[in-house]
Nanobody
């Protein structure tokens, strides 16, 4: 089993930056990929970015390309999301997620095995 704990959310003005962190603990060696998802009120949860843990390959939603950067530490147990040039439409609860067996479509929420509790990001 794996536990995920996010941190780093908060409130920021449009154009500002935030960095989210997600610490993974437990049997992390079984994980193929980790990612960030977000859910705004009234919307479905959507994929933001993901990273294949062993190859380092990254994936991004079109809406965040060029503004957000996903990365991991050398131990591959801490996931980051650097968010720059934030917009009001980025306001959402951001969730860290992890998947044991990588799939072709990185942003399918139903395929992820583990989820964090979420952290609020508000852009005004």
């Amino acid at each position: 089993h794996v536990q995920l704990v996010e941190s780093g959310g908060g409130s920021v003005q449009a154009g500002g930056s935030l960095r989210l962190s997600c610490v993974a603990s437990g049997y992390t060696s079984e994980l193929c990929s980790m990612g960030w998802f977000r859910q705004a009120p009234g919307n479905e949860r959507e994929g933001v970015a993901a990273i294949r843990r062993y190859s380092g390959t990254t994936f991004y939603a079109d809406s965040v390309k060029g503004r957000f950067t996903i990365s991991q530490d050398n131990a591959k147990t801490t996931l980051y999301l650097q968010m720059n040039s934030l917009k009001p439409e980025d306001t959402a609860v951001y969730y860290c997620a992890a998947i044991i067996q990588c799939r072709a479509n990185w942003n399918e929420t139903g395929t992820y095995n583990y989820w964090g509790q979420g952290t609020q990001v508000t852009v005004s």
